[in-house]
């Protein structure tokens, strides 16, 4: 990857999410053999198939909206993608073989992998003249802090389960969803979602994002802080300002959906993302509020990690992907539209049929009802993971 061009780096790098996206769906016919199935499927989403794609697009979206040429050589950047996908398969292995220093090294890589990269943003970011949106970039500093808060926190936890073990799977859930994901996709839907619904940025939005990004930022801090030590009041004044951050910066977005409401797979997909986040919050600070201890909001949280694993994160993940990997492999308007075409195939039926079958399954039902859901839900990755796959493995410079 020394002088890769920008079409085959994402071909390559395109198929890195790709594939833990491929894992999760063996994973889901393969989970009654495997104690720990429910641990290894949310570190393949995050921990795999997330995270690679946010240190690709992260970097990608950091030279647009710096207007900094893209490097002609890759070499640093396929170096932190491979000593990342190192730890992300030592820290599976190790949390799934019951070999916790194994997947103690793996989150070692982890941390050393994304503190390169934040370090890599910290210069751009340095040497970069002013630019209007370079808000976004702070967005990726901040979510970089919070997983690298976050890493550590989980890797202790492989090597101890004492009374503590609540509190910080409480802080180690919270920082690397609320802070690593979801400080990210509000940084990049600034810029991302007009472009999506070709239209012009709502009025104010970069104001809009710059204000809301302390917001989070405190809010998370704080919240990070009152779930450590169990403090009720501060958790709940952490969790309020999260959820005024995330409301204002998606503000300007609802204005833009308004005058052009999405018309496609990918446009639909992330704007029910959107709406699953704000229920994933809203549910959370109820399991979290009403909770008499830390090991009761551990037991409620599975209520929260639905809609945020597979409504927000998940079909955040497929939207984006679905839009920006036929524009990066290039070739031409005409490709271009072959490959869009390809990934929008049934792209009413996938979104109904994601967004009904996940509203089912948080709902209380019997045992067969959740396995039909579930099974829905993973063919509509499939019907995402085949095309996707065929468009990167056909595509060419």
Same mark, same amino acid.
Not at 33 to 50: D, K, T
Not at 322 to 329: C, D, F, G, M
């Given at each position: 990857?020394?002088?890769?061009?920008? *079409?085959?780096?994402? !071909?390559?790098?395109? +198929?890195?999410?790709?594939?833990?996206?491929?894992?999760?769906?063996? &994973?889901?016919?393969?989970?009654?053999?495997?104690?720990?199935?429910?641990?290894?499927?949310?570190?393949?989403?995050?921990?795999?198939?997330?995270?690679?794609?946010?240190?690709? %697009?992260?970097?990608?979206?950091?030279?647009?909206?710096?207007?900094?040429?893209?490097?002609?050589?890759?070499?640093?950047?396929?170096? !932190?993608?491979?000593?990342?996908?190192?730890?992300?398969?030592?820290?599976?292995?190790?949390?799934?073989?019951?070999?916790?220093?194994?997947?103690?090294?793996?989150?070692?890589?982890?941390?050393? *992998?994304?503190?390169?990269?934040?370090?890599?943003?910290?210069?751009? &970011?340095?040497?970069?003249?002013?630019?209007?949106?370079?808000?976004?970039?702070?967005?990726?500093?901040?979510?970089?802090?919070?997983?690298? #808060?976050?890493?550590?926190?989980?890797?202790?936890?492989? +090597?101890?389960?004492?009374?503590?073990?609540?509190?910080? =799977?409480?802080?180690?859930?919270?920082?690397?969803?609320?802070?690593?994901?979801?400080?990210?996709?509000?940084?990049?839907?600034?810029?991302? %979602?007009?472009?999506?619904?070709?239209? !012009?940025?709502?009025?104010?939005?970069?104001?809009?994002?710059?204000?809301?990004?302390?917001?989070?930022?405190?809010?998370?801090? =704080?919240?990070?802080?009152?779930?450590?030590?169990?403090?009720?009041?501060?958790?709940?004044?952490?969790?309020?300002?999260?959820?005024?951050?995330?409301?204002?910066?998606? !503000?300007?977005?609802?204005?833009?959906?308004?005058?052009?409401?999405?018309?496609?797979?990918?446009?639909?997909?992330?704007?029910?993302?959107?709406?699953?986040?704000?229920?994933?919050? #809203?549910?959370?600070?109820?399991?979290? =509020?009403?909770?008499?201890?830390? #090991?009761? *909001?551990?037991?409620?949280?599975? /209520?929260?990690?639905?809609?945020?694993?597979?409504?927000? @994160?998940?079909?955040?993940?497929?939207?984006?992907?679905?839009?920006?990997?036929?524009?990066?492999?290039?070739?031409?308007?005409?490709?271009?539209?072959?490959?869009?075409?390809?990934?929008?195939?049934?792209?009413?039926?996938?979104?109904?049929?994601?967004?009904? *079958? +996940?509203? @089912?399954?948080? &709902?209380?039902?019997?045992?067969?009802?959740?396995?039909?859901?579930?099974?829905?839900?993973?063919?509509?990755?499939? /019907?995402? =993971? @085949?095309?996707?796959?065929?468009?990167?493995?056909?595509?060419?410079?």
């Amino acid at each position: 990857m020394a002088t890769t061009g920008r *079409a085959a780096w994402h !071909r390559r790098t395109g +198929l890195l999410p790709i594939a833990y996206l491929g894992g999760l769906v063996a &994973l889901g016919f393969a989970h009654p053999f495997l104690p720990a199935w429910r641990w290894l499927a949310i570190h393949l989403l995050l921990l795999g198939a997330v995270t690679n794609a946010i240190l690709v %697009w992260s970097a990608h979206f950091t030279a647009a909206v710096l207007r900094t040429p893209v490097p002609s050589r890759r070499r640093p950047e396929g170096v !932190r993608l491979a000593v990342l996908n190192v730890g992300v398969c030592a820290v599976l292995v190790g949390g799934t073989a019951d070999r916790p220093w194994v997947g103690v090294g793996g989150a070692a890589l982890v941390f050393a *992998a994304v503190a390169a990269h934040l370090a890599w943003l910290a210069r751009r &970011l340095r040497r970069a003249l002013p630019a209007r949106f370079r808000v976004t970039v702070h967005y990726y500093l901040a979510a970089s802090l919070a997983l690298l #808060a976050g890493v550590p926190v989980g890797a202790g936890m492989l +090597l101890t389960d004492d009374a503590h073990r609540p509190r910080l =799977l409480l802080f180690h859930a919270h920082v690397n969803l609320l802070g690593w994901v979801t400080l990210t996709v509000l940084g990049t839907l600034l810029t991302l %979602w007009p472009t999506m619904l070709r239209t !012009r940025m709502a009025d104010g939005a970069a104001r809009a994002a710059a204000v809301a990004l302390p917001l989070a930022c405190v809010g998370l801090l =704080l919240l990070g802080l009152g779930l450590l030590a169990w403090w009720r009041a501060v958790t709940a004044v952490g969790l309020a300002l999260f959820l005024l951050g995330v409301s204002v910066a998606l !503000r300007p977005a609802l204005a833009v959906a308004r005058g052009r409401p999405p018309y496609a797979f990918a446009t639909w997909s992330l704007a029910a993302a959107a709406g699953w986040l704000l229920v994933a919050l #809203a549910v959370d600070a109820v399991t979290l =509020l009403t909770a008499t201890e830390p #090991a009761t *909001a551990v037991d409620r949280f599975g /209520q929260v990690l639905i809609p945020l694993l597979v409504g927000f @994160v998940g079909q955040v993940l497929v939207g984006a992907l679905t839009y920006l990997l036929p524009v990066v492999l290039g070739g031409g308007p005409a490709p271009v539209r072959a490959r869009a075409a390809l990934l929008d195939r049934h792209g009413p039926q996938r979104v109904a049929m994601t967004n009904a *079958a +996940l509203a @089912v399954f948080a &709902l209380p039902s019997p045992p067969y009802v959740r396995i039909t859901t579930s099974l829905l839900i993973l063919a509509a990755l499939v /019907q995402f =993971l @085949v095309p996707a796959a065929r468009v990167l493995l056909t595509a060419r410079r």
